[in-house]
C-alpha cells in the first residue's frame, strides 16, 4: 500500500472539573484528566488513511426535545495516542441552527434524554445520572446511590424513575465459594450459557429498580427483581428501548429471557412482562410467544402497546413483527399490524396524537423510513435512495434520523414525510470530508445462477477512470443474515478501501435480509451452496468489467464471511489472488459445540452433528469448509479475537494452522482483548494496516 501520511495533533487539554462535575468521586488516574476531543489533521494527497479516519466525529445519542425544536445529541472522538474516546453533548435548533456544544469534561457523557417536561436533558457519567439546563448549561447530579447506573428512564410525571443496575445475584467465582482462596482465579458452572459474546458468567445481572423523585434527587431506589437470576435489558446488547413506562406512570413493562442455563442457550424466548408500581406486582403479557418479543412502546393514550415480536422459536434472524395488544395492564388481543411488510421493522416510534407509527426497515438492500397507519393498516415507503437510515424520531410536523452511505459517516437529517426528502443539519464531518477525495459507489443488479437479480454494491476509487485497470476486493458479508445497507463502517470501511485504489464490491448474496423474507430465508440449513454462488455470479460479472484486472481479485469477510472466505479458498478455482477471514468459521461440528447462543447453530444448520439420522443437519456439516482445505492453494490470512466467544478463536487457529501445515503463504493476527469486533482505536489502526499491508503484497504487484 502506498503510505499516506497524517500528521494528527490532537486537541487534548486538562479538564478541571470540581468534585461535583465529577459524580462527587475525586478518585482520578491521568488519563481521566485529558480531554479528547476534534483533531486537527494534516491530510497529504486528499486521500484517507486509517489514522484519519479515527479523526471523524461519531454522532449518536440523538434525542428530540418534547415541543419538537431542539436536538441534543454526543459526538465522539478518539485518540490514537490514548487509545480511547470521549464523548460530549450538543445542541442545535430542529433546523440545523444554534449549534452548541454543553459539555466539555474528559468524562463520557451518554445516554442522553431530555425530561418529560423538556425543562432539562437528562445523561449518565460514570455511572451517575445528571441533568443539564439546556439554555446555561448547569449541571446537577440527580442520582446520589452508591450503585453504577447502565440506563434510566423517567416517568411521564417525572415524579419517578426506573434505573437499569448490574446487580450481583449468583456466584460463580472460586474465591466466593471458597472465601478462604480469596486469590483464587477460577470460574465453576454446572450448566450451559456460561459465557456470552465477550463475558463470562459472573453472576452479575441487569436488574430494574425504581425510585421516587424527591426536589430533583433521587435518594433511594427499589429492585423489581429481586433475586431473579436473569437480565432485563437482556444482554449482550439489549438497552432501554426494551423497557417502558405507562403514561399514567402506574405500570413498568420490560423485556425479559427468564430461561438459565441449557434452555437460555437454546431457545430465543423472551417475553414482556408488566409490574406494578403500586400493587408490586408482576405478570406475564405475551404467554404462547416462543420467539423474541422486545422494545415494548406504549400509545400515548395508553391504551394500546405495540413492540417487536418473531414468530418462530430459536431463529434469531426472523422476520420482526410489529405487535399490538390492548385493554392494558391486564392482556388483551395480539394482533400483528405488519404482515404486509416483507422486511423487518426497527426503531418504532408512535406520532403525538397516536394514530400512526413511524419505522425504518430496508428495502432492496438500503434502511428507509415507512410509515404505518393505525387505523387502515396500511403501511407508506417515505424515502428512497442509496443510503442508510436509523434511529428515526418525531419533530412536530418533520422527522429527524441519521444517515449514512458507504462514503458518508454518520450524520443528523431531516426528513419531510410529506415528499421523503431529506436535509443535513449536523454537519459533524463536513470540514474533514472537504479536504478528501472521496470514492463514488452504486448499486447494481446482477443475475444469478438461478436467474434471481441481487443487489450488489460497486464502490470505485476517487477519481475513477474507466480506461484504467483496477484490482477488484469483494466483501463476504456475515449474519449470514441482516440487512446489507450501505452504511459507514470504521473497520470493514469502503471509503478507505476504495481510496486505495481497490474497486470494491459488496455482493447482497442469498440470505441478506434486505431483499425480502424469502431471500433471506433461503440461507438457513443451506450454507455453502447458492449463497456462495452468488458471490462467485457477482465477481464473475464485475470481472468481465475492462476496467478490472481479474489477475488481481481478492475476497474478505468476517463471521459468516469468514465461513465464506475459507469455503471460497477451497472452490474458487483461481479467481481469487489472495484471501482475508476475520473470525471465520472453520469448522462447522466444532462451532456447533463452542458457541454461546447454541441456538443459532441449532437452527441453522438443522441439528447436532452427532445425529446421523438427521439428513439436513448431515447436509449442513457436508460443507464445512474445513473439509475442502485439500483444494487451498491461495494466500491467506486470518484474524481472530481472543474475547470472541460467538466464534472462538480456536476456529482461527485452526485455519491458520492448517494453512501453515499446507505450506500455503499465511498470517495469523490475534487480539487477545478484543471480541468478534475490533474496538479500541489502535488495535483497530493495526488491522487496518495489515490489512492493506496483505492485499498490497498480492494485488498491486
Not at 441534543?72 to 480511547?84: D, H, L, M, P, R
Not at 449470514?480 to 481510496?499: I, K
Request: proline share 5%; aromatic share 12%; glycine share 8%.
Amino acid at each position: 500500500m502506498k503510505k499516506i501520511f497524517a500528521v494528527i495533533s490532537m486537541a487534548t487539554f486538562v479538564a478541571c472539573n470540581s468534585m461535583e462535575q465529577n459524580g462527587g468521586d475525586d478518585r482520578k488516574t491521568p488519563s481521566q484528566d485529558l480531554y479528547i476531543g476534534k483533531s486537527d489533521v494534516k491530510i497529504e494527497n486528499r486521500q484517507i488513511s486509517p489514522e484519519v479516519l479515527w479523526t471523524f466525529g461519531r454522532v449518536g445519542n440523538v434525542c428530540v426535545s418534547p415541543d419538537g425544536k431542539r436536538v441534543a445529541y454526543t459526538v465522539t472522538y478518539y485518540s490514537i495516542g490514548e487509545n480511547k474516546s470521549n464523548s460530549d453533548i450538543y445542541l442545535m435548533d430542529v433546523d440545523g441552527g444554534n449549534k452548541k456544544q454543553l459539555t466539555k469534561t474528559s468524562e463520557r457523557e451518554s445516554s442522553l434524554s431530555w425530561l418529560p417536561s423538556g425543562k432539562a436533558i437528562a445523561f449518565l457519567r460514570r455511572g451517575k445520572l445528571w441533568n443539564i439546563d439546556p439554555d446555561h448549561g448547569t449541571e446537577v447530579q440527580v442520582s446520589d446511590i452508591k450503585q453504577s447506573i447502565d440506563g434510566y428512564i423517567y416517568a411521564p410525571a417525572e415524579d419517578k424513575i426506573l434505573f437499569v443496575i448490574p446487580t450481583k445475584v449468583e456466584k460463580y467465582t472460586g474465591a466466593e465459594i471458597y472465601e478462604d482462596l480469596d486469590k483464587a482465579n477460577a470460574y465453576i458452572y454446572n450448566d450451559l450459557m456460561y459465557r456470552h459474546w465477550d463475558a463470562w458468567k459472573d453472576g452479575n445481572y441487569n436488574h430494574i429498580y425504581v425510585g421516587n423523585i424527591i426536589s430533583g434527587k433521587v435518594t433511594a431506589v427499589e429492585d423489581i427483581m429481586p433475586g431473579e437470576p436473569w437480565d432485563s435489558p437482556m444482554k449482550p446488547f439489549g438497552g432501554t428501548e426494551e423497557i417502558a413506562w405507562s403514561p399514567d406512570g402506574k405500570t413498568i413493562v420490560y423485556t425479559c429471557k427468564k430461561l438459565t442455563g441449557k434452555e437460555y442457550a437454546f431457545q430465543t424466548n423472551s417475553n414482556l412482562y408488566a409490574f406494578d408500581t403500586d400493587t408490586k406486582q408482576t405478570g406475564l403479557l405475551t404467554p404462547d410467544m416462543p420467539g423474541y418479543d422486545k422494545c415494548p412502546q406504549f400509545s400515548p393514550n395508553g391504551k394500546t402497546l405495540l413492540w417487536l415480536s418473531m414468530k418462530r422459536a430459536g431463529f434469531e434472524a426472523d422476520k420482526e413483527r410489529i405487535m399490538v395488544m390492548n385493554r392494558l395492564p391486564d392482556g388483551g388481543t395480539m394482533k400483528d399490524v405488519s404482515e404486509s411488510l416483507d422486511a423487518s421493522p426497527g426503531s418504532l416510534q408512535w406520532t403525538a396524537d397516536g394514530s400512526a407509527v413511524y419505522f425504518t426497515a430496508p428495502y432492496r438492500e438500503a434502511c428507509q423510513i415507512y410509515k404505518l397507519d393505525m387505523a387502515s393498516g396500511s403501511i407508506t415507503r417515505l424515502t428512497e435512495g442509496d443510503h442508510h437510515y436509523q434511529d428515526v424520531r418525531i419533530a412536530g410536523d418533520r422527522l429527524i434520523a441519521i444517515r449514512s452511505t458507504p462514503v458518508s459517516p454518520a450524520e443528523i437529517y431531516s426528513v419531510d414525510p410529506a415528499n421523503g426528502k431529506g436535509k443535513e443539519l449536523s454537519f459533524v464531518n463536513k470540514e474533514l470530508l472537504d479536504k478528501l477525495d472521496k470514492p463514488t459507489f452504486e448499486k447494481r443488479f446482477i443475475t444469478t445462477t438461478d436467474q434471481k437479480q441481487m443487489v450488489t454494491w460497486v464502490v470505485y476509487p476517487p477519481g475513477f477512470d474507466k480506461t484504467k485497470k483496477y484490482p477488484l476486493l469483494m466483501m463476504c458479508t456475515g449474519g449470514p443474515q441482516g440487512a446489507l445497507s450501505p452504511s459507514f463502517s470504521y473497520r470493514w470501511n469502503y471509503m478507505l478501501m476504495a481510496s486505495q485504489g481497490y474497486v470494491v464490491i459488496i455482493p447482497a448474496r442469498r440470505g441478506t435480509s434486505g431483499s425480502g423474507e424469502e431471500w433471506k430465508d433461503a440461507i438457513s440449513k443451506n450454507h455453502g451452496r447458492q449463497d456462495e454462488q452468488d458471490l462467485l455470479s457477482a465477481a464473475d460479472a464485475i470481472r468481465r468489467e475492462p476496467w478490472i484486472d481479474e489477475s488481481r481479485m481478492g475476497a474478505m469477510g468476517a463471521s459468516y464471511g469468514g465461513y465464506s472466505v475459507f469455503r471460497l479458498a477451497g472452490t474458487h478455482k483461481g479467481r481469487f489472488k489472495a484471501f482475508l477471514a476475520h473470525c471465520g468459521i472453520f469448522d462447522m461440528e466444532f462451532m456447533y459445540s463452542t458457541t454461546e447462543e447454541m441456538f443459532f447453530e441449532e437452527w441453522e444448520t438443522g441439528g447436532a452433528p452427532w445425529d446421523k439420522e438427521n439428513k439436513i443437519a448431515q447436509n449442513s456439516y457436508a460443507h464445512s469448509p474445513h473439509l475442502l482445505v485439500k483444494n487451498w492453494d491461495t494466500p491467506i490470512m486470518v484474524i481472530h479475537g481472543e474475547r470472541d466467544f460467538r466464534v472462538p478463536y480456536s476456529q482461527g487457529m485452526a485455519a491458520y494452522n492448517t494453512a501453515q501445515m499446507l505450506g500455503i503463504e499465511s498470517k495469523l493476527l490475534i487480539f487477545p482483548t478484543e471480541n468478534h469486533w475490533v474496538l479500541s482505536p489502535q488495535n483497530a489502526i493495526v488491522w487496518q494496516r495489515e490489512f492493506f499491508a496483505w492485499f498490497d503484497k498480492y494485488l498491486k504487484h
